[in-house]
């Protein structure tokens, strides 16, 4: 019951939390790592454990199958070299690199080890980095590599961890046997993550119920990590070939209410579980520490401070270099030129996070033979401190690295947006001109031409954008129009309520009724605070 409480008070520290990241413009990861850390310090708190093979299963499988599904997969073919290199070059440069440091520094541990240490601290976490990106106007082409890196080295990134952990557990090490399982899990996760997406989608299409689709999208990352798992293949990976494979099929596989529905619970669960995560980060020290008495203060300070210097300072020589050694190893034709601002930026970007605490959290406690997992609590102290060191000090100090090196977006999402509008306004008034003239349907003359005015008025007003035509009037003008159709909203929504009040409409009309009206508001909303420039997009012509 005190854990159950414990669990409670955390959910509403993330909701508390992600309220004062919003107004303070902090990442929220940072501000739970930070606050996780000082709670994790208060005397009395009770201690949060969870059993290691549980973490893999509850807290993985979800949040990597949603960002499989909200990752494009033309995304993923656009800036597929660098995303390559840096999630499967880089993931292994990184855990070659930490394990020679960690061999060399820590007495007593072994290779096997240090590698499974360089494979935990091996995979990035876009999440903080993006969020940041975002809101200071970063090329869209950063973002998109930096959050397929972090999809990628995921999967890649757990694979090794995997297998370095088996090389513990049966003290045997050997390259060509490790390469074998490698393909076999990669390639094997990868199968199994489609032909099971396939399946879903298959059943999914044939369902026509809100309910029950919403579950089916909720147990997905199950059904799929699950199999993959017992036939010794790479569930994460098979979770994240599934994702992609649903994102793209998404469109055709739910109707707009459930559309609606998924988004907001996926959207909740995945701020939650994140969420947890980080502040499990910091609720961890304390514990991590009482575990570490026969290290000194003075030698755990240096293996922190080596182990997350090789972190950062490899991936910054990863970029910075790789940029020149792709001219040699690629063709002109399928070769990604990037200016070295932006391989600096993508360098200070690679954030730890959550891959990375529930890979340490998840090691085993003990090896077959009863002993101890060797060095287990020096494992999780020292990634938690790459997760502290390169979310606090590269998360706090990334805005800065913007400022400092001036990138600012390409406009290329921009354009993208304003050139789907044109043709789509465009698609609609030609299907227009087919129902006037075939009479497949019974519509009066009259809507036609308003309908037919509304899209040409839209084609104008989108290429007045594309031509760099003055549109300040317009946008006044929408705005105004947008604020008028809040206010009608919310007039119908107390006239709704008065009528429960009276007693003449009941409780199941009035949930229809505000249903649509939250649809209607919060559309508006989302093109008050996204869509600033479309003045007609939403709006009913009639």
Known sequence: MTQMIMVLEMLATIAVLAL???????????????????LGFVPGLPEITMAPELVFFIFLPPLLYIQGVFTPWRDLKEHAEPIVLLAIGLVLVTQYSVAVVAHAIIPGISWPVAYVLGAIVSPTDAIAATSIARTMGVPQSIIKIVEGESLVNDASGIVI???????VLTNSFSIHHLLGNFVFMSVGGIIIGLAVGWLMAKIRHRVNDTPVELTLSLISPFVVYLPAELLGTSGILAVVTAGIYMGWRAPYLMNSVTRVQWRANWTTISFLLNGMLFLLIGLQLND????????????????????????????????????????FISSEEVRVVLPWKHRLLIGWSGMRGVVSLAAALALPLTLPGGQEFPHRDLLIFLTFCVIISTLVVQGLTLPLIIRWLKVEDDGN??????DARIKMARGAVARLEELATSGELRVDHEWIERYRDYYRARIIRYGSHVQGLPHEEHDNAATSQRELELELIQTERRVMLDLRKQGITSEEV?????????????RLLEL???????????????
């Open 161 to 167: 961890y995997r297998m370095a952990v088996v090389a």
């Open 510 to 522: 009035l949930r229809r009724l505000e249903h649509e009206l939250d649809l209607s508001e919060a």
């Open 20 to 38: 004062v990241s919003r107004r303070s413009q902090v990442p929220l990861p940072i501000l739970l790592v930070i606050v996780g850390t000082i």
């Open 413 to 418: 999402l921009e354009r993208e947006n304003i």
């Open 528 to 542: 008050d605070a996204l869509l600033e420039i479309d003045d007609h997009d939403h709006k009913s012509p009639v």
């Open 288 to 327: 991590i520490l009482a575990a570490l008495k026969n290290y000194s203060t003075e030698n755990l300070i240096w293996y922190a401070f080596a182990i997350s210097a090789t972190t950062i300072l490899t991936r910054l020589l990863w970029t910075m270099i790789g940029g020149y050694v792709r001219h």
